[in-house]
Structure formats: C-alpha cells, structure tokens
C-alpha cells in the first residue's frame, strides 16, 4: 500500500505487538464492553470517516455510534470534551493535524488539552496530501514560477487558509520560509470558505486539502502546482511535489485518527483498535474514503503514538524556522 509522507512510511516500519498480550492480562478486570452507546466527536474533521467506521462498529457490536459535531475553537472544544470524559471506551476524538497545530503555535487561545498527555491511541485512520493551488488568472504555471513572481512582487499575493494555526496556515508559511517569499495570510474560518474566494479570484493561492481542491482543479477554476508531501498522491500521480518542484525537503501531508482520553484500559483499546482498523480494511471503507480523496491507513496504537509525538514535534519546528503565529 502506498504511504503518504516519509513519516507515515517510517511509522509503519514497526509493528509491536505488546498491546495483545497486555490486553489479554487485562481482560478478565474489564466489564464487558461495549454495553451502551459510543460516541465519536468530531471537531474540524471529516464527519463521513466517523459515520463510515461507526456504522461498522455497530454492525459488528450491536451498539450504536454516535457521531457528535464540535466545531469551533480550531479544534479545541472537541479535544477538551474528550478529554474530561471518563477513560471507559465510550467517548473518542476524531483527532486531526488541526489538533497537532493548534497545540504549538504561539499566541493560540483556550488551548489547555495535550495531544500526547491527555489521549490514549487507537489507530491512525486516513491521510492525504495538501494541494498547492492558484487561481487561473495568475500567470504561474509551476511552483518554480510561483517563487519568481512572488520574490518579484513581495506581499502582493493573498493565501487563504481555513483558519490562523491550521495545518495550510503552517504548510503555506513553511513554503514562505524555505522560498524566501512574501505572500499575504488570511485566515478563513474553513478551508471550504477560503477555496470559494480562490476561486473567485479574491485570493491567488492556497494549500488546500484534495477533498476541497480536486473536483475545482477538474473543472478547471483552480490550477494545481504541486502537492505537499514527500511522495506523489495517488490521488493526482502526474502532478508533482512541491519537494521535486525545488523546495528539496518539504514534506507535508494532513491526517486523521481516533484517540480516547488517557486511562483508558487496555482491554477496551485492543478491541476498538480491532473494529475501527478492520473496519478501515473493509473495501467498501476503503473506497468511500478513496473517493473522498484520503488515503485509508489503520496503524496499531503504539505506531500512532509514536506518529502523534513526531508529528507534535515536526509542527513545532515549523512554528520555529518560519515564525508563524496565531492571528
């Protein structure tokens, strides 16, 4: 299966299997579960990834999952509910790069949850690469000719991005940082919010996801330069990365996970980690998320959790090499 950036790639190169053993330990301490609804809260994420493997969780146990919408606080208000709720199976984040970012970047308000402290993981569910896109109108053709108009004309292109903190905030200023280029940031509250103003020509570029970007670029009212990540996406294979395109070492791509609050009990967490990743290997799963323009994973706990703690610490540094800050 193909991989989406370097750092899933390395992830997957380990494969514990301690989590079994503890978990048989533990069994015969753990009520029998699930004996009541779960529920799934959404923050920022995609919804049909949380209704796709809550829908298979509830053939396969007779329980159902219920998927709770908590938008707002870049992603904050859903990872706090998480986090105060009592470590028993029964409520999980649908956790995003949002949830990285917004830990790490300075001036961010209400932010009191951590990623790494406050969750236990299940898996890593779905990735996919940022596009880099323009708006037709602008004379650039490649991510090369993007760089010799902007250092031509510093501060005269607007970026959009789906809010100040947010994965395209950073990814953009990245670029900014390793291209020597002036490009204006404004926050939109949502990615689908800033495409709509690409599209009509009141920004020039953005990074957006391919869910948002694909079907504009088919149309032909966005022209794709680059993706972000290391690899080429399965999604657009002709079109190159950014890396290839002359920013040798860019590799950004976004994600999705399930976490449950810390102290969960073992037990519980082998057998959610069992029904969400065979959920993800499902082909009707795979499909619908494939459609969606991510790239179905389905890690085990601990590779999640070592992805969660590089991913905090890729983020952090690159708040730190470009200065970005909330706005």
């Not at 105060?84 to 956790?95: E, F, I, K, V, W």
């Amino acid at each position: 299966m193909k991989r989406t950036g370097s750092v899933v790639a390395a992830i997957f190169a380990f494969v514990p299997h301690a989590a079994g053993v503890h978990a048989q330990a533990d069994a015969a301490k753990t009520p029998a579960y699930p004996m009541r609804p779960i529920r799934i809260v959404v923050g920022g994420g995609p919804e049909t990834l949380a209704r796709l493997v809550g829908q298979k969780l509830t053939e396969a146990w007779g329980q159902q999952v219920i998927v709770d919408q908590r938008g707002g606080g870049a992603a904050a208000v859903s990872a706090e509910v998480v986090a105060a709720s009592r470590p028993d199976g029964y409520t999980l984040l649908l956790a995003t790069s949002t949830h990285a970012t917004h830990m790490v970047i300075p001036g961010q308000s209400g932010q009191t949850y951590n990623l790494i402290r406050d969750f236990a993981p299940i898996t890593l569910a779905a990735s996919t690469a940022f596009i880099l896109c323009v708006h037709p109108s602008l004379p650039v053709r490649s991510v090369s000719e993007l760089v010799r108009f902007a250092r031509a004309k510093p501060d005269s292109l607007n970026y959009a991005s789906g809010g100040s903190g947010s994965p395209p905030h950073l990814t953009m200023e990245l670029f900014k940082s390793m291209t020597g280029t002036r490009i204006v940031h404004v926050p939109y509250k949502t990615i689908a919010a800033g495409v709509t103003d690409l599209i009509a020509g009141q920004m020039q570029v953005m990074f957006t996801v391919a869910p948002s970007g694909l079907p504009h670029i088919a149309s032909g009212r966005l022209r794709a330069l680059a993706v972000s990540s290391g690899k080429r996406s399965q999604f657009i294979t002709d079109l190159p990365t950014v890396a290839e395109s002359g920013v040798p070492g860019f590799d950004i791509f976004t994600w999705n996970g399930l976490l449950a609050p810390a102290a969960t009990p073992p037990a519980i967490l082998a057998k959610l980690h069992g029904g969400i990743a065979g959920a993800l290997q499902m082909p009707d799963v795979r499909e619908r998320i494939a459609s969606s323009g991510f790239e179905p994973l389905g890690t085990t706990p601990e590779e999640f959790g070592r992805f969660l703690r590089a991913e905090v610490d890729r983020w952090a540094k690159v708040v730190e090499v470009s200065g970005a800050r909330a706005e």
